[in-house]
């Protein structure tokens, strides 16, 4: 199974400040990769596909890039709305695998 | 719209089998792939399985010999079955559609405890 290593667990920013997470694949999954958000008590909700592709509705802030096997999620300019887990996916082979989530916090 | 909702027992006994429900609408079943996701109290996400367009499924490694994805598609449901029920797959379970799992029922929450 392909392992997706998500990082930092959790962290803390001020509003405005911009924030980067990372997932790095055990291996290539090309741009097999989505990241998604959830917030307490919710469904998760995509926010990038295709590993740098804006799902619709979800604000210009968000941004996805890739860099060989390693992924990361940007958030700029973060709002107090942005609070929540973070969750990247790869989906390149099956069994398609989940990172251990990046819980985001205001300051 | 697209809309998902799972259905199925709170509680189940440990060793059990566990039978959940999703019913789908606004797309079809022979056109789209049903995921199931669950979560399980205070922790992170795990892809369960899979029925894709065609019919065929595929699972989670570690759930692969206790567990069954199905559908009707008349009916646009799917079906998970999971069997041997342990505490540790006390979870809350969604549905999930979409090439990119787009769209989310609002889950389904199983508890396993005697």
């Known amino acids: 199974d392909i392992q997706m290593t998500q990082s930092p667990a959790s962290l803390s920013a001020s509003p405005e400040e911009i924030v980067t997470i990372t997932c790095q694949a055990s291996?290539?999954?090309?741009?097999?990769l989505a990241w998604y958000q959830q917030k307490p008590g919710k469904s998760p909700q995509l926010l990038i596909y295709?590993?740098?592709s804006l799902a619709d509705g979800i604000p210009s802030r968000f941004s996805g890039s890739r860099s060989g096997t390693q992924y990361s999620l940007k958030i700029s300019r973060l709002q107090v709305e942005d609070t929540g887990i973070y969750y990247c996916l790869q989906r390149y082979s099956n069994p398609w695998t989940f990172g251990g989530g990046t819980k985001l916090e205001l300051k | 719209q697209v809309q998902l909702k799972e259905s199925g027992p709170g509680l189940v006994q440990p060793s059990q089998t566990l039978s959940l429900t999703c019913t789908v609408s606004?797309?079809?079943?022979?056109?789209?792939?049903v995921h199931w996701v669950r979560q399980p109290p205070g922790k992170g996400l795990e892809w369960v399985g899979a029925?894709?367009?065609?019919?065929?499924?595929d699972y989670n490694s570690a759930l692969k010999s206790r567990l069954s994805i199905s559908r009707d598609t008349s009916k646009s449901q799917v079906f998970l079955k999971m069997n041997s029920l342990q505490t540790e797959d006390t979870a809350i379970y969604f549905c999930?559609?979409?090439?990119?799992?787009?769209?989310w029922g609002q889950g389904a929450s199983v508890t396993v405890s005697s």
């Open positions: 295709s590993a740098t």
């Open positions: 606004g797309f079809s079943l022979t056109s789209n792939s």
């Open positions: 291996q290539d999954i090309g741009n097999w």
């Open positions: 029925i894709w367009s065609g019919g065929s499924t």
């Open positions: 999930t559609t979409g090439g990119v799992m787009d769209a």
